[in-house]
């Protein structure tokens, strides 16, 4: 299985293109476990929130991990080596949000980063405008990107190949599945 992890600031198209290539590939997409927590637990977290936040996120991936695995999946479209799976997240976004808010990172959370493997980033540009829902935070431009940048020097600094996704909804698109074609 290849996991390609949709990582960047909010409101830079993340959701959207896990679906959109999900949907490309003729498979499924882990979403972003936060939302789920904070539409129920409300918007006021602290810094022990985002450790659940994190081992939720971690507890969905190994779902969707097995929903690929699973001789019954749905994703049939490519040998079981090379099924893609979308992630709308990981620990490196876990890191950011714990470094940028609150000044420090939970210990679990740079273990899993040097544990777990990934095929391939995709990078989300701050070009796209700020759409306001309930929970994304940093309306103003400067902010993003600022996250950007730390999202782009982690991705510098490891290993993992990755690609900037930039331009319009249909370039966006065009440009990921380029990325995941490569590696597919």
Known sequence: MKKIVIIGPESTGKSTLCSELAAH???????????????????????????????????????????????????????????PLFLDTDMYVMKVWCEFVFGKCHRFILDEIVQRKYDLYLLCNTDLPWVKDELREYPDLQTREILFRIYKDLLVNQSVPWVEIKGNNEARLQIAIDGVKKLL
């Open 25 to 83: 590939f003729n498979t499924v997409w882990c979403p972003e476990y936060a939302r789920e927590y904070l539409l129920e637990h409300g918007t006021d977290y602290s810094f022990e929130d985002l450790a659940v936040i994190a081992r939720g996120q971690l507890k969905l991936e190994e779902e969707y991990v097995e929903k690929v695995r699973s001789p019954k999946s749905e994703v049939r479209s490519l040998e079981p080596g090379l099924r």
